[in-house]
């Protein structure tokens, strides 16, 4: 029996431009710093309880959900992936094809255009994701079957902070 797969995805919150620092090393601003908490709240209470987290690598998308986590019940367990960062919708396909079918909520943490071409590939829906954005996405099918058209977008939000 296969079981509904939930997918959680989620833009990093407002980074910051500091002179000379790598992209990759780009730190959230004062905003990004207030939003990303509020991204955890909408997750507590808008979201099945998360099995599993896949973050790029980039500074602002861990501490984006360092902040958001850190208002979850339960923090479910992270891994970083160095693939997220940049990642096409079709890396994105892939690293979800790769999930492990013991998770059946994952979160995929990451960077725009990918997040946003990877909701229309999945979904069919067009929708911008700006910065703090969450995007919750079901299949019927596993893991290893997830493809073009066969998600539907069950809810699309993007918090914001005080």
Known sequence: MTMTRTLILL?????????????????????????????????????PRIDLVMCSTAVRAVQTWDLAAAQLDAIPRVRHEERL??????????????????A????????NPGLEDFLTLLTGVV????TSAIAVI???????????????????????GR
Do not use: F, N
């Open 104 to 111: 059946s909520t994952a979160a995929l943490v990451g960077h």
């Open 85 to 102: 960062y940049g990642a096409s919708a079709e890396d994105l396909l892939t690293a979800t094809q790769e999930l492990p079918h013991t």
């Open 127 to 130: 929708k911008p994701l700006k």
């Open 138 to 160: 079901t299949t019927p099918g596993g893991w290893e079957q997830a493809g073009s058209g066969s998600w539907t977008l069950e809810a699309l939000a993007t918090p914001r």
């Open 11 to 47: 833009r990093h919150a407002k980074s910051a431009w500091p002179q000379e620092t790598p992209d990759v090393a780009r730190p959230l601003a004062a905003r990004g710093r207030r939003d990303a908490p509020a991204v955890g709240c909408w997750l507590r209470e808008q979201a």
